[in-house]
């Protein structure tokens, strides 16, 4: 099957003028391939997307590329446009969307899904400053605008509150419109979602949301990871036939879909008009770095997504990390971020590690997380290197020193690296905590004009940039 997309997509791109430049029309194999494109990153592609952005067609893909998908995936200044094709759209995004529905009728096959609606939480999308045919906005906002008629009848809120730029708003909206409704399944970010369910609980005195929607099943949720929020959800809503899925949505392609409730593993989806290349962390940074392609994966171990597609990225590295845990099928898990880690000290401190540790915590001392990152404090004349966690608590552990004591012994049983660096305090001290006010990681999303949508505080950084900007706010 991939092999079976790599040619469909040179054949298809070969006009263009990218595929001029390669001369696709004269690759036969995939090492061929890898010999005449680079691995990119979005800085390796800018100029494309200005000209694209300008109305330029058949540059990338075959044709015209109307919508953008401003990615805020991260928290930095300056955003990335993800072109979105009309094959992307079509073939890709929103047969992730179908492929998510077959899946959850497969695994619950008597569900009342359709019985009522879906409560969608997305972003906003506005006309650009450089062409009145080139639009964009979140890839929420784009699927939501680009959906067929017929699903104005099965989704809510109405396009014109879902597609509002101003979150406190669209919160207040959402919530008097959708109490009415009969909703049977959630679809969006958890982190973001918790805020508006939390606004909903507020404004109608209930104690939680089977009150408002008894006939709630389902929440499709994808974004950030959905460990830190999982209790949570299970105390707003305490029903036995809540059933959560999640899906790998990127602004970049839709990759993967969780196709068992037991297993946190995600099904790579082959078939979407991507063909994926996996780099090894070892990798990251070389003029040109190997990478593997499916057949060649191994199993535990992290590598950099590199993706071609039918939105018109070639070789391009969207940033996330994945770890395969299961081969024939293919399962991943996302284990974080290309620039989202901590290494200062030889650590190599992944997103997924920070993610097992917090729920273990929290678990044993009945805490629960509303946000948080963490960043390393370096060695000074007379101290010694550590991290600095900053976390902002729904509930509060009652010994929040036992908290960071089983934080610290999670991150060392799932990380040798770690684990060494922690060795009798020799290069690494027990990490830091700092409880943050109510409220700090809102505050500071909102000063970065990022509240709602997709935009996610990062958890984990090499650099202390993010967390002393929160930490003078705190």
């Known amino acids: 099957m991939q092999d079976e997309q790599f040619k469909m997509l040179i054949s298809k791109a070969a006009n263009t003028t990218f595929g001029k430049e390669h001369d696709f029309a004269s690759i036969k194999s995939v090492d061929t391939f890898k010999q005449r494109v680079p691995v990119s990153d979005y800085d390796g592609i800018m100029n494309h997307i200005i000209r694209l952005r300008q109305g330029e067609k058949n540059l990338l893909?075959?044709?015209?590329?109307?919508?953008?998908?401003?990615?805020?995936?991260?928290?930095?200044?300056?955003?990335?446009?993800?072109?979105?094709?009309?094959?992307?759209?079509?073939?890709?995004?929103?047969?992730?969307?179908?492929?998510?529905?077959?899946?959850?009728?497969?695994?619950?096959?008597?569900?009342?899904?359709?019985?009522?609606?879906?409560?969608?939480?997305?972003?906003?999308?506005?006309?650009?400053?450089?062409?009145?045919?080139?639009?964009?906005?979140?890839?929420?906002?784009?699927?939501?605008?680009?959906?067929?008629?017929?699903?104005?009848?099965?989704?809510?809120?109405?396009?014109?509150?879902?597609?509002?730029?101003?979150?406190?708003?669209?919160?207040?909206?959402?919530?008097?419109?959708?109490?009415?409704?009969?909703?049977?399944?959630?679809?969006?970010?958890?982190?973001?979602?918790?805020?508006?369910?939390?606004?909903?609980?507020?404004?109608?005195?209930?104690?939680?949301?089977?009150?408002i929607w008894p006939n709630l099943e389902l929440f499709i949720h994808g974004g950030v990871s959905f460990t830190p929020y999982h209790q949570q959800y299970k105390d707003l809503i305490p029903s036995n036939n809540m059933n959560y899925l999640e899906t790998y949505n990127a602004s970049e392609g839709f990759f993967a879909i969780q196709d068992d409730f037991n297993s946190p593993g995600l099904l790579l989806m082959l078939d979407y008009g991507i063909f994926y290349e996996f780099m090894p962390l070892s990798e990251l940074g070389k003029k040109h770095p190997k990478t593997a392609l499916l057949n060649q994966v191994e199993l535990n171990k992290d590598y950099a997504l590199i993706i071609s597609s039918n939105g018109g990225l070639w070789r391009y590295q969207i940033g996330d990390t994945v770890r395969f845990i299961s081969k024939y099928p293919h399962k991943i898990i996302i284990s974080g971020r290309t620039k989202h880690f901590i290494n200062a000290f030889g650590e190599e401190l992944m997103i997924d590690n920070a993610e097992k540790a917090i729920d273990a915590a929290c678990k044993a001392t009945g805490a629960l997380i509303k946000e948080y990152t963490a960043a390393p404090i370096y060695m000074g004349a007379d101290t010694k290197g550590t991290h600095q966690w900053l976390i902002e608590f729904d509930q509060p552990p009652c010994d929040t020193n036992q908290f960071m004591e089983i934080l610290d012994n999670k991150l060392r049983e799932n990380n040798s690296d770690y684990d060494a660096k922690r060795y009798k305090d020799i290069t690494l001290e027990m990490p830091h905590l700092i409880v943050a006010r109510k409220g700090l990681f809102f505050d500071w999303l909102k000063n970065k004009n990022k509240l709602g949508g997709q935009n996610k505080v990062p958890r984990l950084a090499n650099n202390r940039e993010y967390i002393d900007q929160l930490l003078k706010l705190n």
């Open 61 to 211: 893909w075959p044709g015209e590329t109307k919508w953008f998908a401003k990615s805020s995936g991260t928290t930095s200044s300056r955003s990335k446009f993800i072109p979105i094709s009309k094959d992307a759209l079509n073939d890709c995004h929103f047969q992730g969307g179908k492929d998510t529905l077959v899946i959850y009728n497969q695994l619950n096959p008597e569900n009342q899904l359709m019985s009522g609606k879906t409560l969608t939480l997305g972003g906003s999308h506005q006309i650009n400053n450089f062409s009145d045919n080139s639009l964009y906005g979140d890839l929420s906002a784009i699927l939501i605008e680009n959906l067929p008629f017929w699903t104005n009848f099965v989704r809510t809120p109405d396009r014109e509150i879902a597609l509002l730029e101003e979150w406190e708003k669209k919160m207040k909206l959402i919530t008097e419109t959708t109490i009415k409704e009969n909703v049977t399944a959630l679809a969006g970010v958890p982190s973001w979602f918790l805020v508006l369910l939390k606004n909903i609980l507020q404004h109608t005195g209930k104690k939680n949301l089977t009150e």
